[in-house]
């Protein structure tokens, strides 16, 4: 059985690179909310078409909807043997049905990462920042370029810019970052689940700081449950 983590930081702090490398370490699937939405927007489904202008405006999505998709995902076989959540829970109504979800299949989680990084670093990194629309993989010109300069190291793809890294949306989701997730590092260390990873140096030293610090909390929290 592989661990269950949730990734907590500021947009921009490296949730999404740091969660890929934690799921191939661990040999779980990484489950990117933010992400499934925005395949929802791509392929128009009724999903999409609701939260389409949130998503480009940067503000959350509501607590129902959130909810509701990571239940039906967290029914899916593929994370049985463990996750990785990036982007989930947002809120502490989130985190309280998150505990509540796997509570029901008599689990809970390993740890809950919170990867620090100063808000002019994230800003400038996600005015930078370029997605592959195949893989989803991240790029960035500090400390995580492409081999090839615009094109996705897994597959050749196209970088693009994602519509919700302009300034303005940028400002917005580091301010409903502040005002609505921050708690949940309160919720995560009250309950003795938190580590804490400092965010702001390259992809592969935060990286290494993190299975060193998690290894051991997923170890111990194994022997716990
Ligand atoms: P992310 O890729 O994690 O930065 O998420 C992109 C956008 O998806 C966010 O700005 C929100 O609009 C939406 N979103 C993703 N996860 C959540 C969540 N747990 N609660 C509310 N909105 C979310």
Same mark, same amino acid.
Request: charged share 30%; glycine share 12%.
């Given at each position: 059985?592989?661990?269950?983590?949730?990734?907590?930081?500021?947009?921009?702090?490296?949730?999404?690179?740091?969660? #890929?490398? $934690? %799921? @191939? *370490?661990?040999?779980?699937?990484? &489950?990117?909310?933010?992400?499934?939405?925005?395949?929802? /927007?791509? =392929?128009?489904?009724?999903?999409?078409?609701?939260?389409?202008?949130?998503?480009?405006?940067?503000?959350?999505?509501?607590?129902?909807?959130?909810?509701?998709?990571?239940?039906?995902?967290?029914?899916?076989?593929?994370?049985?043997?463990?996750?990785?959540?990036?982007?989930?829970?947002?809120?502490?109504?989130?985190?309280?049905?998150?505990? #509540?979800? $796997? %509570? @029901? *299949?008599?689990?809970?989680?390993? &740890?809950?990462?919170?990867?620090?990084?100063?808000?002019? /670093?994230? =800003?400038?990194?996600?005015?930078?920042?370029?997605?592959?629309?195949?893989?989803?993989?991240?790029?960035?010109?500090?400390?995580?370029?492409?081999?090839?300069?615009?094109?996705?190291?897994?597959?050749?793809?196209?970088?693009?810019?994602?519509?919700?890294?302009?300034?303005?949306?940028?400002?917005?989701?580091?301010?409903?970052?502040?005002?609505?997730?921050?708690?949940? *590092?309160?919720?995560?260390?009250?309950?003795?689940?938190?580590?804490?990873?400092?965010?702001?140096?390259?992809?592969?030293?935060?990286?290494?700081?993190?299975?060193?610090?998690?290894?051991?909390?997923?170890?111990?929290?194994?022997?716990?449950?």
């Amino acid at each position: 059985m592989g661990p269950r983590i949730v990734l907590l930081g500021v947009p921009g702090a490296g949730k999404g690179t740091q969660g #890929r490398r $934690l %799921g @191939e *370490r661990y040999g779980v699937p990484l &489950v990117g909310t933010g992400e499934i939405l925005r395949e929802a /927007v791509t =392929a128009r489904t009724p999903l999409g078409l609701r939260v389409q202008e949130r998503l480009e405006q940067g503000l959350l999505v509501s607590d129902e909807i959130m909810i509701d998709l990571v239940a039906e995902r967290m029914s899916r076989a593929d994370v049985r043997a463990g996750f990785v959540l990036d982007g989930f829970p947002r809120t502490l109504p989130q985190a309280a049905a998150l505990d #509540r979800l $796997l %509570g @029901e *299949r008599d689990l809970g989680l390993h &740890v809950a990462v919170y990867l620090s990084a100063p808000v002019e /670093v994230v =800003a400038a990194r996600l005015a930078t920042r370029l997605e592959c629309p195949v893989c989803r993989r991240t790029y960035n010109p500090t400390g995580a370029e492409p081999a090839r300069a615009g094109l996705c190291d897994n597959d050749g793809a196209a970088l693009v810019a994602r519509k919700d890294d302009d300034p303005v949306s940028v400002h917005q989701r580091i301010d409903v970052y502040f005002r609505e997730t921050e708690v949940l *590092r309160d919720y995560y260390r009250g309950s003795g689940r938190l580590v804490e990873v400092d965010g702001d140096r390259d992809p592969d030293t935060v990286f290494a700081a993190l299975a060193a610090a998690l290894d051991g909390a997923v170890a111990a929290g194994r022997n716990g449950r």
